[in-house]
Structures are given as structure tokens and as C-alpha cells.
């Protein structure tokens, strides 16, 4: 169970973990993050690359220790053979994502820009994309319901499960 306490520039790390005992939530479930702030040129090259090279979406994940037996996370990856773009992307965000080769038997290696949970939440209200604006909007209503602390309520898991398939149909290659 993960709890985001969303930022506001008037509240103190004390205040803030204030909010989480009085939730009855432990300390090491409290994750925080600081908004991304961009210049005009930044988000229009940020929205440029997500909208031509990346891939979001919504993924369940099956897991042992689980008694429900799976989860819901959430993705937004950038391919690209070119590492120094991703490189570049990645200062641009200030965060710590990481980038990793995909060998798909190419000669020339492809790297994947991984961008976590904390980026996507910081960095999706802002930017507005072209071609995968509704798999944005999809994924910033499937983080809200996630971080609801009861992903398997029955009304979120409902909805969860139809933004998956909504989204899967729309990440489906080709012709629909």
C-alpha cells in the first residue's frame, strides 16, 4: 500500500508525515514528490518525444505474496537508439529514472527511458499530447484510483479493469 501526499509549497516534511500517521499510514509506505517545473521549450520537447517515441500505459501484475494475486502499476517508457537523447530527457526531468538496452537481435542497440511513478504523477497534469492524449488522461485517472489505498475496492477494480482494456485497444498496433 503506497500513499502519495501531493506537494504543496507551504507544507514541512513534519507536517507531511503529521498527515500520514494521522491516516494510519507507516512511514516507510509514504512516498513524496516535487513537481517538475519546465520551461515552454522543455515541455513541448518532453511532449514532442513521449508523443513520437513512447509507450504509457496500465499493466497488472501478478504477484505471490498478494492474497488478491495481482496489482496495478503503471508505465511510461521512451525507446530510442540514440542514448544521449534519453540522457538529455532524463536531466530535463530531474529525477532519477533510469535507461536501459532492449536487444531485440538489431545490430544497433535500443535504449528505454523508464519513467517512474513519481515523474508520470509530476509531469502528465502538465504536458499535452497529440496522438496519445487519451492514454494520458486514462493513466492520470488509473493513478487516482491506485492511489485511492484500495485498488481492489470493488467500483475501482471495475474501473481499472476498464481502463486497461481501453487502453490496451489503443496501444494495439495497426488497423483497429
Known amino acids: 500500500m503506497t500513499a502519495v501526499l501531493k506537494y504543496l509549497p507551504n507544507r514541512?516534511?513534519?507536517?507531511?508525515?503529521?498527515?500520514?500517521?494521522?491516516?494510519?499510514?507507516?512511514?516507510?509506505?509514504?512516498?513524496e514528490?516535487?513537481?517538475?517545473?519546465?520551461?515552454?521549450?522543455?515541455?513541448?520537447?518532453?511532449?514532442?518525444?513521449?508523443?513520437?517515441?513512447?509507450?504509457?500505459?496500465?499493466?497488472?501484475i501478478k504477484m505471490r505474496r498478494l492474497d488478491r494475486g495481482s496489482?496495478?502499476?503503471?508505465y511510461a517508457v521512451i525507446f530510442n537508439s540514440n542514448k544521449n537523447l534519453?540522457?538529455?530527457?532524463?536531466?530535463?526531468?530531474?529525477?532519477?529514472?533510469?535507461?536501459?538496452?532492449?536487444?531485440?537481435?538489431?545490430?544497433?542497440?535500443?535504449?528505454r527511458l523508464h519513467l517512474?511513478?513519481?515523474?508520470?504523477?509530476?509531469?502528465?497534469?502538465?504536458?499535452q499530447l497529440i496522438a496519445k492524449e487519451t492514454q494520458r488522461q486514462l493513466?492520470?485517472?488509473a493513478i487516482d484510483l491506485i492511489s485511492e489505498h484500495q485498488p481492489h475496492y470493488t467500483v475501482n477494480y471495475i474501473r481499472l479493469t476498464q481502463i486497461y482494456e481501453e487502453m490496451k485497444k489503443l496501444n494495439k498496433?495497426?488497423?483497429n
Not at 12 to 31: C, E
Request: aromatic share 8%; hydrophobic share 40%; glycine share 6%.
Open 86 to 111: 534519453l540522457e538529455k530527457a532524463m536531466a530535463i526531468l530531474k529525477t532519477n529514472c533510469r535507461i536501459d538496452v532492449v536487444q531485440q537481435g538489431n545490430s544497433k542497440p535500443v535504449y
Open 12 to 31: 514541512t516534511k513534519a507536517a507531511i508525515w503529521s498527515k500520514a500517521r494521522h491516516i494510519r499510514i507507516r512511514r516507510r509506505h509514504v512516498y
Open 139 to 141: 493513466l492520470l485517472e
Open 33 to 60: 514528490f516535487t513537481p517538475i517545473l519546465l520551461s515552454d521549450y522543455e515541455r513541448g520537447w518532453l511532449e514532442a518525444l513521449i508523443d513520437s517515441e513512447g509507450c504509457i500505459g496500465l499493466c497488472k
Open 173 to 175: 498496433r495497426g488497423i
Open 71 to 74: 496489482t496495478w502499476d503503471t
Open 116 to 127: 517512474n511513478r513519481n515523474c508520470i504523477t509530476a509531469l502528465f497534469p502538465q504536458i
